[in-house]
């Protein structure tokens, strides 16, 4: 069985501050993860993936994760973030068949000017 | 970048009507799928169709519901006998190819609304 927790539902960080999103996973085997971004009013959008290459994974935008097997952690972060990095954000890990992604509950960014 | 299409973007219907939700997938990808997500929820997967048939379905998925692909390019969701719990944003999505790691396109959305 598969599943990911996401912790902090909201989180909201100055214009230019660290983001750090918190995503913690499930998986009986080895797990392909994913962080997905959405925007107001449109679907989601893929960020980066992690599928058992390299540990840390640079995606659009700036933002990175690093995937820490003995954590079992994959946490989303931006050096500094931006007004148009508002959004909700969606960490998913799917097995290795890829026929099904489990999503986590998801975390809203606010960015403060 | 290519584009899932999903129509229409909100729905409202009745209890207990019948509601067809619909999606173009990127057209030469061959994995579709279904997810919901009902308002402060994770988002849920709902439903796999590969090859003219469902691969995988998820509890949720009863046999109120039913997925087609009618014509090759749509691929529909519809929902027989709608309950107020319906209520949710359904996602369509598609992926390319054999490769398990493809990333799921995704399309914006239908929001249903059972009255």
């Known amino acids: 069985a598969q599943s990911v927790t996401q912790l902090g539902s909201h989180v909201s960080v100055s214009e230019g501050a660290l983001v750090l999103l918190r995503c913690n996973y499930s998986s009986s085997v080895p797990p392909y993860l994913f962080w997905y971004v959405q925007y107001p009013n449109q679907g989601l959008q893929l960020l980066l993936k992690?599928?058992?290459?390299?540990?840390l994974v640079k995606g659009i935008n700036g933002f990175e994760a690093e995937f820490k097997k003995s954590e079992t952690s994959f946490h989303l972060t931006k050096p500094s973030a931006h007004m148009s990095d508002a959004a909700e954000y969606f960490c998913?890990?799917?097995?290795?068949?890829?026929?099904?992604?489990?999503f986590g509950t998801g975390t809203s960014l606010t960015v403060i000017p | 970048e290519p584009e899932v299409t999903q129509t229409p973007s909100h729905q409202v219907t009745q209890m207990g009507q019948e509601v067809i939700l619909r999606c173009v997938p990127i057209s030469n990808h061959l994995y579709f799928y279904w997810y919901r997500q009902i308002l402060g929820q994770k988002v849920e997967f709902l439903v796999s169709f590969y090859n003219n048939e469902i691969s995988e379905k998820s509890e949720i998925f009863d046999d109120q519901f039913s997925v087609e692909r009618p014509d090759g390019s749509n691929f529909t969701l519809k929902i027989r006998s709608t309950k107020l719990e319906d209520s949710a944003m359904y996602f369509c999505a598609s992926r390319d190819g054999h490769l398990t790691n493809e990333k799921l396109f995704f399309g914006s959305g239908t929001q249903l609304s059972v009255l």
């Open positions: 998913a890990v799917s097995d290795q068949t890829g026929n099904q992604f489990y």
């Open positions: 992690y599928t058992s290459a390299a540990t």
